[in-house]
Every structure is written in C-alpha cells, then in structure tokens.
C-alpha cells in the first residue's frame, strides 16, 4: 500500500513537473513571439530615426547602433535647417519644410474635423429619426453614406482633377480639405452611428419635454456624451488624412501640396540623400506616432466601432 | 411623439406642420435655384462660346450651389417647422457627399466615353465604345487586375497572421500595454515614408539590413523587386505590415468581448489549447473576422501609394494595381479619357465583387450562428 502510494505521488510529481515545463515552454514560446514582432513593427521606425543621423558611409556600410557603430551627427536634420546649428539661421530648405508640414496640418485637421461636424449631425438624425426621401427610408439613407466607402479614389480622381480645373480649386487647400472629408465621411458616420445607438433614447425625449427642440437635445445633452466617440472619430481621420497621398500627388503641385507629397519627391540628380529623407520622413511619422502612443484608446475605439456587440 | 420628419417634398402629410413662414421658405428655395440654374446656364453658354460674356471660371457657380444649400436648409425649417430641423441633420453631409461623390462620378462617366488627352491641342472629343474596346486589348491593365486578386487572396494570410497576434496580445502577459502600442504603430505611419524607407532604404540590395539579414540566412543575391513574385511579395509585405494592425485590435476586440464561461467550461471538460480554438474560439470570432475581412479587402482594393513610390508597378507591370496603373496612365501620357474608362470599369468589378463578397459572408455568418 506504501509502496504503490509513493509511486502514484512518483508519476504525480513527474506530471507536475512536465506540465510545469510545458507551462515555460509556453510562455517563452508566447514572450519570444511577441518581442519578435515588436522589433518587426519598431525596427523600421528606428531605422529611420537612425538613418537620419547617419553620413553617406555609415549609410552604404549599414552601420545601426549610434556611438557604438558609427558617431551620430545632425546632418539630416541639417539639410531641412532643423539642426540645433541651423534653427537660428535663415534657410530656404526650412521655409519649404514648414509650408508643407503647415499644409499637412491645416488639411488634415480640416478635413477631420468637417468631416466630424457632418458625420455626426446626419449619425445622430438617422439614430433618433424617421426620414422619407422619395423611396430611401433611414435604412437606405445609412447605407448610401457606408457605401460610399468602396468608392476607389482612383475613380474620384481624373474627375475632380477636370472639375478642379474648371473650378480654380486645383492646388489649394480648401479643395483637398473637401476630398479628403469625402473620403473619411463613411467611417465618421459609421463610428458615430454606433456612439449615438448606444446612448438611451430616454435621455433625448427627456430633454425634448423640457421644452428644448430637437437640435437642443443634440447640442446640450447627446453632444457632451458623445464627446469620447467623436474624438475617437477624428482621431481616425486624422490618421488617414495626415497619410493620405494618392489625391495629394494629382491635385497639388506648389501651393497646397502637402507632407508625403513633399516626401515622394525627394529623388535630386545625385540619386536620393537618405539622411534628409530620413529626417524629413520621421516628421512625416512622428506627430501620428506620438498619437498612437499617447492615444491609443481611441484609436482602438474608434477602430472597434459597430464591429463588437 | 412625432417622427415622421420627413426630407424634400414628398411628405405624406404635407403642410401638416406649415409653420407662418412656409410661403417665404418656398420662394427662398425658388429664388436659390433660379440663381443655381441661371449662373450655370450663363456659364454654359458662355463656355460653348454662344456669348462671348461669362465668368473667368466655374467658381461663381459653385458659390451659387452653396447658397442653395443654405437657402434649402433654411427653407426647409420655414417650410416644415420641427420635421424640417430634422431634416437639417442629415441634409448637409447628403448634399456634401452628393456634389462631392456622386455628381463626380457621372460627370466621370461622360469623360470616359471620349477620347482625350490633356496635353494634345485637339481637346475632348466624343469617341463611343473606342475606349472599353482598347481596355478589352489592354494587357496591361488586365494584369493588373490579375494583381489585384493574388494582393486580396493575401489577405487571408493577413487575417492569419493578425489573429495570431491578437491571441498573444489576449493571453496573460505582462507589459500588454507596452506590446499592444508597438504593434499598432505600424498602422499609424504613412505609407510614403513606408515606402521610402523599408521599400528603399531597408530592402536596398547592395546595404540594406534586410538585405543583409537575407544574406546572414544564406540568400545570396537578396533583391527584392526585380523577381516578379518576390516583387508582388515584398510589396505585399509592405502593405501587410501597415494594414495588419487594424485586423488585429478588430480581433481582439472581440477576443475580449467573448464570454470567458464557455471556454472555462470547455477546459474542464478536457478539451485541448487546439480543440479550444478551432471549436470555440474561432466559430465564435466569426462574425467578426467576417466584418475584419471584409473591410480590409475593401482598404485592399484601393491600394496604390505603396505600389507608385517604391516600383512604379515594376517590373514589368509585376506589382502594378488598378489604381497605380491609372495613376501612371495619368501622370505618364495625361490620357484622362482612356484613364476615367478605366477607373469606372474597375468601380463596377468592385462593386459586383463587394456585394458577392458581403452577401458570403453575411451567409457564412448565418449558417454558423444558428
């Protein structure tokens, strides 16, 4: 009896201590694909950041590690006049750097924000109202807006690039501004959608018997709850707005033209200067890089949206 | 409580709720379109060279269409009392997306049927079917749409990859935070600088650290676009890494939504890490896998910068898309009436292929769930 005993506690312990094994095997097999994939997703980003103080030898010898592989210099940051030496200075390379970025911000951030203004208001009507327009019902409404978002921009583009033309809104701002409302308009009425169906109708009828008009309810009490989803909303359209570059590169040419724009077209008659594509690229990743850092529930909310009951 | 805000004029209760003012928001409408027609007619004329007086541009005409806007909004509200103001929430992002999509879109249609060239004299010239019979001979352009479907089969490998992230970033581990903001990063950065800087910079054949890395596991000659197939692929990687971010927090979204019961219960049941997944987990995560899917081929078919920065569709139309091909066509010979033809057929194969593709996958999710 002792004996048999010992050895059910012998093959119990050895059981344990298999699965014990397997439970490290597991979790190094987890932790080893994840810092895999995280040097997959950040090596490019440190790489850029890298080869933007980088000199044309560090660069064709493949030098990474700063102060250790090679001495790191501003020499990208240099030729954009953004060094610590040059930012003093007068600088043409600067002046066009600026103009673009300020390009980049002004149309994103209008974009993003039209955008938000129209996509909410028609999210809140189709969520709370019946509307009847020759056949559409609400149904049909909604799916007219969501629809719009298999449009390819590439069907938009020679049209407008015509209509532009004939319109004196070729390489301006406002024109771009209003595309690119366009083509995030979907998905702020989408995720908008979505926000308002969750707030309770209550609320609204509540503020509608206390005297105030529909447009009332929305501005003084949907407005303020809905606040996390419309900035999840324009967080959203920031992100695809700052990146986009297809309309960019047939609307703009000096003007309005904007940040990828400025990017693509980097190539001079020596073949490309990689330092100051480098740093000219980080400015170009950075403000949507801190974003996703600092904001990253939003991004994850406004990605979610409609998709998860 | 009365819902039956109702748009335009069609009501079935008209002047149930005609406010005093209902007359004047009338005429103001009337007024507003009369000025609409009347601008683009005069414009027309002018354009067509009937008179030889006009505006410099169109620009006149689309400030008289904004002031229509308003002047339908605010008649409305004259007109319809509280039904109109409902109107007004969805009136303005309906005329938006009409003028901005789909009144473009039919003008798009009349340029495709004409044979035009902006750099030639000749000017717009209607030319019938001349246009979808050349697409029909195109080679080009039907290799590139043979393109299209490998980079959207990919999408599956996407899928797989994403959801296997999504699974690392649902299990315990510690420093989740850290692991789920460096994995969505990628999705944040512009495709451009992806492409200048991975496609050009990292995979440089001669210094590139990818390149070297493909040497350090024994790949000689590591150039990564002059292959057709390890071209599409290295562009398809590109693509990935941006995209695959978006698959995944989709996924694990519904990863965290689901009921932790029913996968306890099947544990103590003795059900294995693998029969867990693919009789709980992954029937489950359908619906949401479907609507992941569903939305990445449709960003998919629209692929283009990647494509225009780092191979101009090269080599030899390998890596070329609908939209990069269209872009070249464009930029290279400003042929914008062969250009549009193009652009709206491929809008149709999309549209037929969208809706086969939500009615499947609307299906598939419906046979599961019962």
């Known amino acids: 009896m002792a004996i048999t005993t010992a050895t059910l506690d012998h093959t119990a312990l050895r059981r344990t201590s298999r699965l014990h094994l397997a439970t490290i095997a597991s979790r190094i097999a987890i932790y080893g694909a994840l810092i895999l994939w995280a040097i997959v997703c950040l090596f490019p980003i440190y790489w850029t950041l890298t080869t933007s103080a980088k000199s044309a030898v560090d660069i064709t010898q493949a030098h990474l590690i700063p102060w250790v592989n090679f001495q790191p210099d501003w020499k990208g940051w240099r030729s954009i006049g953004l060094s610590p030496d040059t930012i003093g200075t007068i600088s043409t390379a600067r002046d066009e750097f600026l103009a673009r970025f300020t390009n980049s911000v002004v149309t994103s951030i209008g974009a993003s924000a039209l955008a938000v203004v129209l996509g909410s208001l028609a999210a809140f009507g189709l969520s709370r109202f019946e509307y009847k327009f020759l056949w559409m019902r609400n149904k049909d409404i909604s799916f007219f807006f969501l629809s719009q978002l298999i449009l390819p921009p590439v069907v938009l583009a020679l049209p407008f690039l015509v209509l532009y033309r004939e319109l004196a809104l070729l390489d301006t701002t406002v024109g771009l501004i209003a595309l690119y409302t366009l083509t995030v308009l979907p998905i702020v009425i989408w995720i908008m959608r979505d926000q308002f169906n969750t707030i309770p109708r209550e609320l609204d009828e509540a503020a509608l018997v206390d005297g105030l008009g529909s447009w009332g309810a929305f501005w003084r009490v949907i407005l303020p709850i809905a606040l996390p989803g419309m900035v999840a909303a324009f967080i959203l359209s920031e992100v695809l707005t700052w990146n986009e570059y297809f309309f960019a590169a047939l609307l703009t040419s000096s003007d309005a033209k904007t940040l990828p724009v400025m990017v693509a077209s980097q190539t001079g008659s020596q073949g490309i200067n990689w330092w100051s594509m480098a740093a000219l690229s980080t400015t170009a990743i950075a403000p949507l890089a801190l974003i996703g850092i600092f904001l990253e529930r939003y991004i994850v909310k406004g990605l979610t949206a409609g998709s998860v009951k | ?370």
């Open chain 2, 1 to 370: 409580m009365d819902d039956a805000a109702t748009l335009g004029t069609t009501s079935s209760r008209p002047r149930r709720q005609a406010g005093p003012y209902a007359g004047l928001g009338r005429g103001l409408i009337i007024v507003a379109s009369i000025i609409l027609v009347g601008c683009a007619g005069f414009e027309t004329l002018h354009e067509t060279g009937i008179t030889s007086f006009g505006f410099e541009n169109w620009r006149p005409i689309l400030y008289a269409f904004l002031l229509w806007g308003v002047a339908l909004g605010v008649g409305q509200v004259l007109i319809r009392g509280e039904a109109g103001k409902r109107a007004l929430f969805i009136l303005p992002a309906a005329l938006f997306t009409v003028a901005m999509a789909i009144f473009p879109t039919i003008f798009g249609l009349s340029i495709a049927f004409t044979d035009w060239n902006l750099s030639s004299t000749t000017g717009q010239r209607f030319n019938g079917i001349d246009n979808l019979v050349a697409l029909f001979h195109d080679g080009y352009f039907w290799n590139a749409l043979l393109n299209m479907v490998y980079y959207v089969l990919m999408v599956l490998v996407e899928y797989a990859i994403a959801f296997g992230l999504a699974l690392l970033l649902n299990a315990e581990i510690k420093a989740r935070k850290f692991f789920r903001v460096a994995f969505l990063l990628p999705f944040m950065l512009s495709p451009v600088a992806v492409s200048w800087m991975v496609g050009k910079s990292m995979m440089e054949y001669r210094y590139g650290p990818m390149a070297n890395l493909m040497r350090f596991f024994g790949w000689s000659s590591p150039s990564f676009f002059t292959n057709p197939w390890i071209a599409r692929f290295s562009i398809e990687a590109m693509d990935a890494w941006v995209a695959i971010p978006f698959v995944m927090i989709l996924l694990l979204a519904g990863l965290q939504a689901m009921s932790k019961e029913v996968q306890e219960a099947a544990r103590i049941d003795g059900a294995t890490g693998w029969q867990l997944f693919w009789r709980i987990t992954f029937p489950l995560m359908l619906p949401v896998s479907v609507t992941a899917i569903a939305l990445r081929v449709i960003f998919k078919l629209k692929l283009a910068d990647i494509v225009i920065n780092t191979t101009s569709g090269g080599p030899g139309g390998a890596t070329d898309t609908v939209s990069s091909f269209i872009y070249r066509e464009y930029r290279d010979r400003s042929n914008v009436g062969y250009g549009t033809m193009l652009a709206m057929f491929y809008l149709v194969i999309i549209v037929v292929f969208v809706t086969f593709l939500l009615d499947f996958a609307g299906r598939l999710v419906r046979r599961f769930a019962t």
